[in-house]
Structures are given as structure tokens and as C-alpha cells.
């Protein structure tokens, strides 16, 4: 009896200690910290920073650890190595961040086999969720942008023929494939394909522009990484004359990034991009987040649709920590946790599909405007709700394997 | 006009602008490893020093463009004095390994200062009316601030040529980097000449900076991503020599602009091709001594 007793004392203090003992998660963010493209990690950090900052308290008494690391440049061979070291040496639980393709791509065999969850807050190569079950992505898929594009530029904007140019990495060759195969679907004629150099440093856009002015496309699909590329990209296109020549700029919205935009001046009035975020969407979560955005970084500094995607990916990661009490060890557990998941955020609301594990979104086509405040801005020319992936839907190529 | 001189006559425009960017941007290096045999690679950061100058220049105190260059060159040539005078001058006699860990340490302080003060996001600057926009030539229209390159490039190599040839302390110059030893012995202040030349070539590399911000935009990692490009030229060129450097200029420029806009799958690959092919003839560069 005695025993029992004892028995039953120290199951009781067990289950109290397992109640009370609030746990400490490990979150390992990858973002370039250095290099050309250092601000787009930074867009995104911030959006961690602050999202961890005002909701701290919702998954109390457990705690988030964060360990930050560079991502290096984008190839993927630096950002496999620091990964590999925060799950080795830093035992993170849950890795998140990735600005580049390369990164996602180089690392998906490195968290299979680890079984940890990598949940991706912005690289954009479709197939990239195929890669490995422990990949969830919160940003978008190149053809989340392109694909749709295809159709409203031929059928809204009046491109008959187009001209693509993209920088010459995985997400470029998505994105003008995306957009060429819902192009060629609603009846335009791709006139020329041009891959404009690397990611790693900016070139000179102008003689890869000058040709497509030249050969006089109604409109000129871009896609460029969103940092120091897009001001090179809107400088040159309005440097030449472009629009006055009649070559429309159309693209994903990395074209258009809400924290360069003020920058880029009247050349990039009349650009038409489809995307999934801007400042200027009318919601109140998009307010809300703009507001303390604004308080913690000061009214010049803007968040854009990877600081969106950034706030939405550690409201993932906060309401799974949150439904598995702390208990993220089992890394499939936590993937099978973000399946369904589904919020308001910036962007509207957003949910994670059980079956592919990458984003639903709205997509919208958005038009640069100078806004009556003198600043530049977008207008919602129309939106389409809960678009899926559509690579995987229509399983072209590595998105059906 | 024919289609095919129309493209010609873009490759030229376009490539030439390029050229006097890459010909304004290196000169200084090329002429610090010729005269000092010391390897700069901070030359970088001094470009992208005098480009945040031009924008805090003209973005916060709201002076005009081009004299915004003007004053960023003389400063940061006035500036890198010091670093010549108390930290390079210490390892003109070191081996090349510790000369490239001092220069490439000082580039990354520089691109850490940078991100400190301006952020990682990449800046651009307002250009006067004139320089946006196109002028008509009469048969065709071109970007205006590339005419603008053209011109400011065309203008420095005609002065630089001039002190370079024509003046005591060109002549004075021409032979320290021929032989140091004898220039010495006959009575030139070497030391002197390296200060002055490393000051002009600083100011160049601002100014080169400074005009690159409408080409690429400006952000910290300007100081390293193009160093290999000016690495390029110089090597290209041939150590020390202005002609050299010139010509390397005009052939990278014109070859990578035509490279791009003909054959653009291969495009960033010309520039890479052109400079083996020279080296495997000229080891040298164009005009460097065997």
C-alpha cells in the first residue's frame, strides 16, 4: 500500500512536472545576411524578429530559441553547410528561412535524412516541395505568379506576343515557364527567351533589353531575384524608352518590391505584375502588420511580400508549436501538424495544403500607380482566391515526379 | 537603317558606355600594381565609398548630380592619403598573400561600415533632368546618361593621356614604373609619386563609383562582387599602363554588350572567354612588360 502510494506520488508529480515544464523549441533561421542580396534576408528576419516579439505570450509557458546563420550567396553550397551544422551542432528542431532555390534544393536530402522540418518562408522553385516530405513552404511557387500571368496578359493587359528575360537560376526558368505555358495556352506567341547572367551580381540589363526593344514584343515578362536586381531592371527599362516604345514590363512581383519601389521613380508607373502581397492591400491583418512594422522600424523602412510570407511562416511554426504543446521532436509530426494549416495574415488568408504542402493563396494582378499622396503605389486590377501550385496540379515536368 | 547596322550600332553605343565605366573604375588599380606592385583589392571599396557619398550628396543635402561626383572623387582621394601613407606603405615590400589579406580585410570593414550606416538595401540616386530619358542623334535615339558616359570617359582619357605623356610628372611616373631603382637615383621622390597616384586613382574608382549607381544600383557588396571585373581589366590591360588598360576596356565592354545582346545563352561567358584567349597569347595583358 505503502508503495502504491509512493507509486502514485511520484506519477503525480510526473504528470505536473510534464504539465508545467514548458519547453524550449529550437528554431535555426537561414537568410543572406551578407552579400548582393543581404536585404532580402533581412526583409524576412524582420518579419521573424517582430512576429516573435508580439506573440511570444501565445505559446507560453513554451519558448522559441532562435539561432541565426547566413545563407551565403545564392548557390546553396553555404547554406547546406551552416544548415547542416544548425542540426548537427545546434540539435534545431525546426529550420526555416531559405531566400534561394539553391539553398532548399541543396539541403532537402540533408532535413530527409535528419527528419527535420524545413519550412520555407520564400524560395520559389515549384518542385522544391517534391524534394523531401519534411519541406512545407509558406511563400509561393514561381507558378503561383507566372502561370496565371500568362492568361491575364494575354487576355487584359493585350500582349499578343511577349519576350521573356530572367536570371538564369532554377526560379528563373520556373517562373518563364510558368508564365510561357499559360501564355501559349490562352493563344500568345512567345517571340524570344533570354537569360540575363547570374544571380550573384547585378549586369548591365541594357543590351539584353535593348534586343527585345529592338524586336518589339507588345510586352517583356521579367524575372529577376528581388533585391539589387529589380532597381537595375526598372533603371535600364526606363533608361531606354521602353514603354514609350510600346514594350509593356510585366512579371511576378518581385519586379516591384514594396521597400525598392519608392526608389525606382515613373519608369515603373504602368508595370503589371501578379503576386500575392503589397503594402497598399486593403485588409486589416495587412494594416495591423504595416502599423508595427512601421513602430519597430521606423516609417521609412517598408515591409514587402517576403517580410509577408516571413510574418505568416513563424505564425506557422508558433500555432504548430502551439498544438503539439512544445513536443516537436518528431520532425513528421510537426509536417503532418502544418498540413491544413490555414490563417488570416498580410496576405489575406492563406493555408498550407495537406497533400503537397506548399501555399494556397489569392493571387492578384497589380498595377504601379502614382498614388494622390505623391508616392508610388499599387491598384488591385483583380484577384482570383485559393490558387494552388499549379505545376504540381498540372504535374509538368520534375512537379509531377 | 538595316536591322543588322542597327544592332551594330547598339553593341558600339552600349558597349562603349560600358567600356568607359570599366576604363574609369580600373585605371587606378592598374596604375597602384604597376607603379607599386602592391595588390589592392580594397580598390573596391573606394569605388563604393565615393558612391555612397554621391548618394548621401545628393539624396539628403540635395546637390545636384554631377557635382556630387565631383566632390565625392576629390574626398575620397583626398581620404585614401592616409590609408596609403600609415597601412599600405607598411607591406609595398610584403609578399602578395599578405598584401591581398590587408586589402580584402579592408574591404569587408568597408562593406560592414556601410551596411551599418546606408542598410543592405540597394540605393539610387536623382539625375538631373538632361541625364534621363534619350537624345536624338539625328538617325537614332540613345539613353542620355550613357552619352554621358561616353563623354565624361572620353574627357578623362585625353586629360589622363596628357599628364600621362605630355607632363613632368607623367614622365616622372612612366619612369618609376619602368625601373624604380634608377628613378630614384636620379634624384624623383618615388614615395611622393605613389602617394599622388594612389590619390588619383582612389578618386577615379569614387567617380567610377559614383557613376555606377545608375548602371547597377548601390549596395555595400558593390565593394567585392566587381572587383573581379576590374581584376579583369587590369589584367587584361597589362600592369600599369594606361593604353593597356584603355584598350581592355573597349574590347571587354564592346565583346560582353555583344556577347549579351547576340547570343545571350552564352552571353556572361564572352567576357571570361575573351580574357583566357588574351592571356594565352599575352600573359602579360595587352600592353604589360614580359
Redesign the interface.
Known amino acids: 500500500m505503502r508503495l502504491i502510494g509512493w507509486l502514485g506520488l511520484a506519477a503525480l508529480a510526473f504528470t505536473v512536472g510534464g504539465t508545467a515544464q514548458a519547453e524550449t523549441v529550437k528554431v535555426g533561421v537561414v537568410l543572406p545576411f ?3 542580396n ?2 532580402l ?2 526583409q524576412i528576419d524582420k518579419a521573424f524578429d517582430l512576429y516573435v516579439k508580439l506573440h511570444a505570450n501565445d505559446i507560453a509557458p513554451n519558448k522559441v530559441e532562435i539561432i541565426k546563420r547566413d545563407e551565403g550567396p545564392p548557390t546553396g553550397a553555404v547554406a547546406k553547410t551552416v544548415a547542416t551544422e544548425l542540426i548537427t551542432n545546434d540539435k534545431v528542431q525546426i529550420l526555416t528561412g531559405f531566400v534561394f532555390s539553391p539553398s532548399a534544393i541543396a539541403l532537402a536530402p540533408v532535413v530527409t535524412q535528419a527528419k527535420v522540418p524545413m519550412v520555407i518562408a520564400n524560395a520559389g522553385t515549384a518542385w522544391i516541395t517534391n524534394l523531401s516530405p519534411y519541406i512545407a513552404r509558406l511563400s509561393f511557387s514561381m507558378w503561383h505568379h507566372g502561370y496565371p500571368m500568362g492568361a491575364y496578359a494575354h487576355d487584359k493587359i493585350g500582349c499578343k506576343t511577349a519576350a521573356l528575360a530572367y536570371t ?1 537560376f532554377p526560379p528563373g526558368k520556373d517562373s518563364t515557364e510558368a508564365f510561357k505555358t499559360g501564355f501559349e495556352k490562352a493563344g500568345g506567341k512567345i517571340t524570344d527567351s ?5 544571380p ?5 540589363f ?3 533589353f ?2 527585345v526593344k ?1 524586336a518589339k514584343p507588345d510586352c517583356m515578362y521579367v524575372f529577376i531575384p528581388s ?2 536586381h529589380a ?2 531592371v526598372m ?1 535600364a527599362y ?4 521602353m514603354r514609350k516604345a510600346g514594350v509593356k514590363l510585366i512579371g511576378p512581383m518581385d519586379l516591384i518590391p514594396d ?2 519601389l519608392q ?3 515613373d519608369a515603373a508607373i504602368g508595370t503589371i505584375v501578379m503576386g500575392n502581397y503589397a503594402v497598399d492591400l486593403d485588409n486589416a491583418e495587412n494594416k495591423a502588420f504595416n502599423a508595427a512594422w512601421h513602430k519597430e522600424y521606423g516609417k521609412d523602412s517598408y515591409p514587402d511580400f517576403m517580410s509577408a510570407a516571413g510574418w505568416d511562416t513563424m505564425h506557422a511554426i508558433f500555432d504548430t508549436i502551439k498544438k503539439l504543446n512544445g513536443k516537436v521532436d518528431d520532425g513528421s509530426k510537426v509536417v503532418d501538424a502544418m498540413k491544413g494549416w490555414s490563417a488570416n495574415g498580410p496576405r489575406g488568408k492563406v493555408s498550407i495544403d495537406a497533400a503537397t504542402r506548399d501555399i494556397v493563396q489569392d493571387e492578384r494582378a497589380m498595377e504601379v500607380i502614382r498614388k494622390p499622396d505623391g508616392k508610388l503605389g499599387i491598384k488591385v486590377l483583380g484577384t482570383t482566391t485559393a490558387v494552388k501550385d499549379e505545376c504540381k496540379e498540372l504535374k509538368v515536368g520534375r512537379c509531377g515526379s | 537603317m538595316p536591322h543588322f547596322a542597327n544592332i551594330a550600332v547598339s553593341i558600339l553605343f552600349d558597349g562603349l558606355a560600358y567600356a568607359m565605366f570599366l576604363f574609369i573604375t580600373s585605371v587606378g588599380l592598374s596604375v597602384t600594381m604597376g607603379l607599386m606592385g602592391f595588390v589592392n583589392l580594397a580598390h573596391g571599396a573606394f569605388a563604393m565609398a565615393g558612391g555612397y557619398i554621391v548618394v548621401s550628396l545628393t539624396r539628403s543635402l540635395g546637390i545636384d548630380f554631377v557635382p556630387a561626383l565631383a566632390i565625392a572623387s576629390v574626398t575620397i582621394g583626398v581620404v585614401s592619403i592616409p590609408f596609403e601613407r600609415f597601412l599600405y606603405r607598411r607591406l609595398y615590400r610584403s609578399t602578395d598573400l599578405e598584401q591581398v589579406l590587408l586589402t580584402i580585410g579592408l574591404a569587408f570593414m568597408a562593406i560592414a561600415t556601410a551596411t551599418y550606416f546606408y542598410g543592405p538595401i540597394p540605393k539610387s540616386v536623382p539625375l538631373p533632368e538632361w541625364l534621363q530619358g534619350d537624345i536624338n542623334l539625328g538617325f537614332r535615339y540613345f539613353p542620355s546618361y550613357r552619352a554621358f558616359l561616353i563623354v565624361l570617359g572620353g574627357a578623362l582619357i585625353a586629360i589622363l593621356w596628357y599628364a600621362f605623356e605630355r607632363t613632368n610628372i607623367g614622365a616622372k611616373i612612366r619612369a618609376a614604373v619602368d625601373n624604380r631603382r634608377m628613378a630614384e637615383s636620379v634624384g624623383i621622390n618615388v614615395d611622393l609619386l605613389f602617394t599622388l597616384t594612389f590619390a588619383v586613382g582612389s578618386a577615379l574608382a569614387a567617380l567610377g563609383g559614383g557613376l555606377a549607381i545608375q548602371l547597377f544600383g548601390l549596395s555595400p557588396s558593390f565593394a567585392v562582387i566587381y572587383l573581379v571585373l576590374f581584376l579583369i581589366v587590369v589584367a587584361v590591360g597589362g600592369l600599369g599602363s594606361l593604353k593597356g588598360t584603355l584598350l581592355a576596356a573597349l574590347v571587354l565592354g564592346v565583346f560582353d554588350t555583344g556577347g549579351k545582346y547576340l547570343l545571350a545563352d552564352a552571353g556572361g561567358f564572352f567576357i571570361y572567354a575573351v580574357t583566357v584567349a588574351v592571356l594565352l597569347i599575352k600573359p602579360a595583358g595587352f600592353y604589360g612588360r614580359e
Do not use: C, R, W, Y
Open positions: 551578407s552579400g548582393a543581404a536585404d534576408g533581412h538564369d533570354i537569360p540575363m547572367g547570374s550573384v551580381q547585378v549586369p548591365d541594357t543590351p539584353f535593348t534586343k529592338d533585391g539589387a532597381a537595375g533603371k526606363g533608361e531606354l524608352g521597400n525598392k526608389d525606382m521613380g
